[in-house]
């Protein structure tokens, strides 16, 4: 059903907030709180009229907002780590998420605390720690900057439209896992 199709929301000064139906896009088209930017999907009919259904609408006022901090996810502790175990180096999609300091242990579930490994490695290394397991990190985890790609990655593969209003940092792209 049409109503359903997602429309990408930009900020007055066209940075990405959030994805909405068509039916709130209308709306927000239709109260003149926002303009079209693209559109081409087709028409919608009513009664009495005919609208074009956008894609990507910007509204026509400043909402200010605190930039998001991601949260900590298995894709992004992967992504973060470029799908490579942080213990041998095999890049793979069968990877574990591993507590640098085992949680039984005082370790967090924090970023700097999380790294992904491999099924081999984090069994080797069991519920030591790195230097007690003589395994040693490649890169040292830490929290990666925000980026509006990990937002609305799942929405590019049908709306290729979108990408250009949405800022992804250099090489996510090039993962080849989404």
Request: hydrophobic share 30%.
């Amino acid at each position: 059903m049409r109503p359903r199709l997602p429309v990408l929301v930009l900020n007055q000064n066209f940075e990405p907030l959030n994805v909405c139906n068509v039916r709130r896009a209308l709306v927000l088209l239709g109260r003149d709180k926002a303009e079209t930017i693209e559109n081409g999907r087709g028409y919608l009919h009513s009664a009495t009229e005919i609208f074009e259904i956008p894609s990507v609408i910007r509204l026509g006022y400043l909402i200010h907002r605190p930039r998001p901090q991601g949260r900590i996810t298995r894709r992004d502790i992967f992504l973060r780590d470029k799908f490579t175990c942080q213990y041998c180096g095999n890049q793979s999609k069968d990877l574990t998420l591993d507590h640098v300091l085992p949680r039984h242990r005082g370790g967090t579930h924090e970023w700097n605390n999380v790294v992904a490994a491999c099924k081999r490695c984090n069994h080797k290394k069991a519920g030591h720690t790195p230097e007690e397991a003589r395994m040693y990190l490649r890169h040292d985890p830490y929290q990666p900057t925000y980026s509006y790609f990990r937002t609305f990655y799942h929405h590019l593969e049908r709306n290729e439209g979108w990408r250009k209003f949405i800022p992804a940092i250099d090489g996510e792209l090039d993962f080849g896992f989404a």
